[in-house]
């Protein structure tokens, strides 16, 4: 596995958008978000999922020439038609707006059907939070979870963010799916060879596997057994209902190229939180004695930034068979578009 300078995963993917059709400025976009993800230490959400974008673009499933159609359905509900448009930009355009509206309002809310995969919600949240706004943010996914009690897939992973400013530098930002893991993970676990702990997943059959390339075929835990499996459901039918997003086993779109996606996704910005003895908080808890085998109590979202920051310096690990067909993007011909979006 090959280990890269940040500038030139980032050039190489920008360049394999563009000669799909991307156009440049959402291309960098659209690259930022994935590889923050890589820096981060999430390849789940990172650079595995381009080839998967590009292939949607090629068969007519994804535009990325669209922001979305707004309508507001009051002062600080924003309904939002992805178009199929890529998820960053879509997600940006909507965040833009009730971002403003927030400022005047308090509080407001876009909730997002047929757009892309929007990746990893952190990066939503964190902006949003940097810029004085708290946010939270919520996905919904193909049915990749089983129940709890089940054997069967039939809840969506559905992540949550949330991004509160803090007084510090840098803002609190929480991100989690209500899975154990989620399915870019185990993808990424077979892009690398490598089995997954017990407990992750099922296999096809509903039987414990640590076989990664089983466990895509498969499903996977809920976190925390019950109290994951209730908040993902209660997510899933959340945004769905705020959204007009299928459910379970009819959605379609993020692991796919043969079908329009139509997840959903939920953003809400509340403006003027009250930052006034956030960051002494934090401070106790980072200074909480250790239990055995920790080094120290994080704050979430650290470890992260600490990864992020000491990648940008030392490179980053990419797995072959996602750098190998990056690079193929890159330099190898545009294929030409089927148009099938509707």
């Keep these: 596995m090959p280990l890269l300078a940040a500038d030139q995963i980032r050039q190489t993917a920008e360049?394999?958008?563009?000669?799909?059709?991307?156009?440049?400025?959402?291309?960098?976009?659209?690259?930022?978000?994935?590889?923050?993800?890589?820096?981060?230490?999430?390849?789940?959400?990172?650079?595995?999922?381009?080839?998967?974008?590009?292939?949607?673009?090629?068969?007519?499933?994804?535009?990325?020439?669209?922001?979305?159609?707004?309508?507001?359905q009051g002062s600080s509900y924003l309904a939002v038609d992805g178009r199929q448009g890529l998820g960053p930009i879509v997600a940006n355009a909507a965040l833009a707006r009730i971002q403003e509206r927030a400022r005047h309002s308090g509080i407001a809310i876009a909730a997002v059907a047929n757009a892309q995969h929007i990746g990893m919600l952190a990066w939503y949240a964190?902006?949003?939070?940097?810029?004085?706004?708290?946010?939270?943010?919520?996905?919904?996914?193909?049915?990749?979870?089983?129940?709890?009690?089940?054997r069967k897939a039939l809840v969506g992973t559905n992540p949550i963010a949330i991004g509160i400013p803090t007084g510090e530098t840098d803002p609190f930002v929480m991100d989690t799916?209500?899975?154990?893991?989620?399915?870019g993970e185990i993808h990424d676990r077979a892009n690398r060879g490598q089995a997954i702990p017990e407990g992750w997943a099922l296999d096809a059959d509903g039987n414990p596997t640590t076989d990664a390339e089983a466990a895509k075929r498969g499903a996977i835990a809920p976190f925390g057994e019950a109290k994951g499996y209730a908040?993902?459901?209660?997510?899933?039918?959340?945004?769905?209902?705020?959204?007009?997003?299928?459910?379970?086993?009819?959605?379609?779109?993020?692991?796919?190229?043969t079908r329009?996606?139509?997840?959903?996704?939920v953003f809400i910005v509340i403006d003027g939180p009250r930052v006034a003895g956030l960051s002494a908080y934090l401070d106790i808890i980072r200074s909480a004695e250790p239990a055995a085998g920790f080094d120290a109590v994080l704050v979430p979202g650290e470890r992260g930034r600490a990864n992020r920051a000491a990648r940008?310096?030392?490179?980053?690990?990419?797995?072959?068979?996602?750098?190998?067909?990056?690079?193929?993007?890159a330099d190898g011909p545009i294929q030409q578009q089927q148009h099938v979006l509707s």
């Design 312 to 329: 940008l310096t030392d490179g980053v690990v990419i797995a072959d068979p996602v750098w190998a067909r990056l690079q193929q993007l």
């Design 15 to 72: 360049r394999a958008l563009v000669r799909a059709g991307v156009p440049a400025p959402s291309a960098v976009v659209q690259v930022d978000l994935w590889l923050d993800a890589e820096l981060r230490g999430v390849p789940s959400h990172g650079l595995l999922r381009l080839e998967r974008i590009v292939q949607r673009i090629e068969a007519g499933l994804a535009d990325p020439h669209v922001t979305g159609i707004h309508t507001w």
């Design 260 to 265: 329009l996606c139509n997840k959903g996704d």
């Design 177 to 183: 799916a209500t899975s154990v893991v989620s399915m």
């Design 126 to 150: 964190e902006r949003v939070a940097r810029e004085g706004q708290a946010a939270i943010v919520l996905s919904t996914s193909e049915a990749l979870v089983h129940p709890w009690g089940g």
């Design 231 to 257: 908040l993902g459901l209660a997510f899933e039918l959340l945004v769905a209902s705020l959204s007009g997003a299928a459910l379970g086993t009819d959605v379609h779109g993020t692991l796919d190229t």
